[in-house]
Each structure stands twice: as C-alpha cells, then as structure tokens.
Nanobody
C-alpha cells in the first residue's frame, strides 16, 4: 500500500519561509520521480516542483528562485523549502510520486497572510 504523508504546512506571514516534508512508503522511493503540486480555491492543480530519481529538478515559473525541492533517499522523504512566500502561494500542497504522477498524498494547507 502506497502512502505519501505531507507535513509542515501552516500559516506564515508574507516574506516568511516554510519547509514541507513528504514521507513515502510502499514504493521503491529511490526509483521514483517525486513532486509537489498545489491547488488554490477555484484554480486547477499546478506543478510546483519536481525532482527525478537522478536528482534533476524543474520548477513552476511562479516559484523559481524562491522554492527548492530536495530528496533524502535514506529517509524516503522529499522536501520543499519555500522562501519569500507571497499571499498567492496560499494553497493546498500535494506530494506526488511518479512522472504521471501515479500517487498522491492527502495534502497540507499553506496560508500566507498578515
């Protein structure tokens, strides 16, 4: 049974930082591309960042230079470091596994507000 469990969301002021974590189980983690997506109310789910099994990364245009995705294959965990947060970053953030993606987590709420 595949499980992706996100943590680290919350309320932060504009300009602040948060780090999201996603712990994976039930998959051969090191063989999977991992990603972060987000969905704001009334909007489609969009790619935030993705990291391949080899460590190559790509980012959505709106987060380039502010967010960093990384992975620790010894802990089966993928991270998203979010800096210089803006109110428009407010969304539910979802962890994903696979290029399709094949699997999704339940999501964690990130709210950027003063």
């Amino acid at each position: 049974q595949v499980q992706l469990v996100e943590s680290g969301g919350g309320l932060v002021q504009p300009g602040g930082s948060l780090r999201l974590s996603c712990a994976a189980s039930g998959i051969i983690f090191r063989a999977y591309a991992m990603g972060w997506y987000r969905q704001a109310p009334g909007k489609q789910r969009e790619l935030v960042a993705r990291i391949t099994f080899g460590g190559s990364t790509n980012y959505g245009d709106s987060v380039k230079g502010r967010f960093t995705i990384s992975r620790d294959n010894t802990k089966n965990t993928v991270y998203l470091q979010m800096n210089s947060l803006k109110p428009e970053d407010t969304a539910v953030y979802y962890c994903s596994a696979g290029l399709a993606p094949n699997y999704w987590g339940q999501g964690t709420q990130v709210t950027v507000s003063s």
